[in-house]
């Protein structure tokens, strides 16, 4: 079955802190990878993913096949950074559609 | 960047009343787009992917007489709640893809509350 597992709700910690968001996910192929991102009040969208192996807004995932992980790190948090973080998964010659993870919020104090 | 745009962004219907959301590429064509199912401070969950010209395909457990979908045309995908009921009551969603990218984009989502 094809899952993606996001173990924290929430994850809280101070302006310049490492933050370190995990994701796991389950599929019996070789899926593709994203981090989406969702800002208070707006839509969601994209952040990265694992094939295009760029930093984003100092957000860097890599896709860990042997551990089936994709967790996203950023050094050094920002305030800016809070928002809604999700995980997602395409699979291959599905068309594109995707199987998201439950969502981790990520709150940066000051 | 592509725009996807739903309209409307709020809508408030009765009971056993139908509603219908558009969902619109304002500058690409999609021959393919998804919608999604979100509650409060949960996951987005697929509920159908809309194929344009086609019928479109729902995910199990979602069921095609109460969320019709319709993709008449390669900007255009509409989701229509039949004889809605207050659990029907949620955030949805669509999505969707430019050409052959795997890059998806995302409407600003329709807040349905059924009173």
């Known amino acids: 079955a094809q899952r993606v597992t996001q173990p924290e709700k929430l994850l809280s910690v101070f302006k310049g802190a490492p933050v370190e968001l995990k994701c796991n996910y389950s599929y019996s192929g070789s899926p593709e990878l994203f981090w989406y991102v969702q800002y208070s009040r707006q839509r969601l969208q994209l952040l990265l993913r694992?094939?295009s192996r760029e930093s984003i807004k100092g957000f860097t995932a890599d896709l860990n096949k042997g551990e089936t992980s994709f967790h996203l790190k950023k050094p050094f948090a920002q305030e800016e950074d809070s928002a809604m973080y999700y995980c997602?998964?395409?699979?291959?010659?599905?068309?594109?559609?995707?199987?998201f993870g439950q969502g981790t919020e990520l709150s940066v104090k000051p | 960047g592509a725009v996807v745009s739903q309209h409307p962004s709020r809508v408030i219907c009765k009971s056993g009343t139908s509603v219908k959301i558009e969902c619109r590429s304002l500058?690409?064509?999609?021959?393919?787009m998804f919608w999604y199912r979100q509650f409060p401070k949960q996951s987005l969950m697929l509920m159908a992917t809309s194929n344009e010209g086609s019928k479109a395909t729902y995910e199990q457990g979602v069921e095609k007489d109460k969320f019709l979908i319709n993709h008449a045309s390669l900007t255009l995908s509409t989701l229509t709640v039949t004889s809605a009921h207050p659990e029907d009551s949620s955030f949805y969603i669509c999505?969707?893809?430019?050409?052959?990218?795997?890059?998806?984009?995302f409407g600003q989502g329709t807040r349905l509350t059924v009173v």
């Open positions: 694992h094939i």
């Open positions: 999505s969707a893809r430019v050409g052959g990218s795997t890059e998806a984009f």
């Open positions: 997602a998964l395409s699979g291959h010659n599905q068309g594109g559609k995707l199987i």
């Open positions: 500058d690409f064509q999609a021959t393919t």
